[in-house]
């Protein structure tokens, strides 16, 4: 190869690399400022310099668009992630319900007294009964409040929230609870264990048994106040002032107080009063009763005094008067005599009506019913000691379930299931 061909071999890699044009004019990119002196060997070399820093500021002005897009793909990545794991996990239980055959339900008590467990007890027996058997065809979650207002309307939110198949509660206070913060009717509840459910404010009425909110059914039962205090008469024939404490925050209560002023008044006997809000303070309105002239005590539907029912017992004890009542315990836990219900059928009448729903009968078709299985104890050893002239006559001992006298406990029926049998099982969650 010739010089001239050198020459211009040299030329087209001066104009590829440095970017000089043919006519060997520099780009305006990379001229000097016009008002610059300089030499020709410093012209070269600002060129050299010139045609360096061109390639590195191009190198660097890429770099910086590649992270750029980087960035906009990492941030696209990134809310699409975002957005599937929301869509992915915000079903999830409801998911997660469908995916599984079985069944869940959240039960809620309000306290540990012998109605409530025996109640529950029926609830859980007449279940496996119709098919759902704890922990094999059903999961059932268990809640007790331990007699805490505040404590029961909490848990009613979580089990709400928690998506279960059914709602059961025992007592009043807890269908209060549950009803009022299911307004929204996510899940169909069952109650039991209800005085009145008229007067528990969650929209059911006296007269229309199907007049009820679409998502709430069970089964009311108003304890025989009447009864009580026939029978107590009976007993003690002179009997002329009875006392009660109660807990106005119950609605259950009061009703049952309303009823027994309404039947003390036509009976000529006067119901003294005294008022508490927890079970700590039932010893000392019991002895207000007392000192007041009461000459029998009597227990209510009211779940604060029956859970401190020994404290009733031991009060009339020290007083030497008896105490009678419309919740049965234990037969011979003191009282001379209770006359109520078998809350473990009503917890069988309560577990059918569940699991007629569970079976897809709808709600708002079943009426609100009143049931009370009748449930009569006599314990004779109470009359000992007594100040006045109580006796039990022949023809009551032949009435009763259960009679208690000296030589043991003696039943006419087969006795409701006792707190003892209804332990939850490793399915089950007792929440306090």
């Known amino acids: 190869m010739g010089s001239k061909g050198r020459s211009s071999e040299a030329h087209r890699r001066l104009i590829h690399l440095w970017g000089i044009n043919p006519v060997g004019q520099i780009p305006a990119t990379l001229r000097l400022p016009s008002n610059e002196k300089h030499s020709p060997n410093e012209s070269c070399g600002r060129i050299f310099r010139s045609g360096k820093l061109y390639r590195h500021n191009s190198q660097r002005s890429t770099k910086q668009q590649m992270l750029a897009n980087l960035e906009r793909l990492f941030l696209g990545i990134s809310l699409i992630v975002v957005t599937s794991s929301v869509l992915l996990f915000s079903d999830l239980p409801q998911r997660s319900r469908k995916a599984s055959a079985i069944p869940r339900i959240g039960l809620l008590q309000h306290a540990s007294v012998l109605l409530l467990d025996e109640t529950v007890h029926g609830m859980v027996d007449s279940l496996a009964e119709s098919g759902y058997a704890d922990g094999k065809t059903v999961v059932i979650q268990r809640y007790n409040a331990h007699g805490d207002i505040a404590i029961a309307n909490s848990i009613a939110k979580e089990m709400v929230n928690s998506h279960y198949d059914l709602l059961l509660t025992a007592s009043t206070l807890s269908l209060q609870a549950v009803a009022n913060a299911n307004r929204g009717g996510k899940t169909v509840q069952v109650f039991g ?65 309303e009823a027994a002023r309404a039947v003390c008044k036509d009976m000529g006997i006067e119901l003294l009063e005294a008022n508490v809000e927890n079970s700590n303070g039932v010893l000392e309105a019991e002895d207000s009763l007392v000192s007041r002239g009461a000459e029998a005590l009597w227990i209510g539907g009211d779940v604060t005094v029956s859970v401190a029912a020994d404290s009733v017992i031991s009060a009339g004890r020290k007083a030497r008067i008896p105490v009678f009542s419309i919740v049965p315990g234990k037969p011979d836990r003191g009282t001379l005599f209770d006359y109520g219900a078998n809350f473990y059928e009503i917890g069988k009448q309560t577990g059918e009506l569940a699991a007629r729903v569970l079976h897809g009968e709808d709600p708002r078709q079943i009426p609100i019913t009143n049931s009370v299985p009748a449930w009569f104890v006599v314990n004779t050893l109470a009359l000992k000691n007594l100040k006045d002239n109580w006796h039990v006559p022949d023809d009551i001992l032949r009435r009763a379930d259960v009679v208690v006298d000296a030589s043991g406990v003696h039943m006419r029926k087969s006795a409701p299931k006792t707190a003892k049998n209804t332990r939850p099982n490793q399915s089950s969650r007792e929440r306090g």
């Open 193 to 257: 264990a209800v005085a009145d459910p008229a007067v528990a404010g969650v929209g059911i009425t006296h007269d229309k048994p199907l007049d009820h909110p679409p998502n709430l059914v069970g089964i009311g039962s108003f304890l025989p106040v009447a009864n009580a205090f026939q029978i107590a008469r009976e007993m003690y024939p002179g009997l002329k002032t009875v006392g009660v404490a109660w807990n106005a925050a119950e609605a259950n209560s009061r009703a049952f107080v």
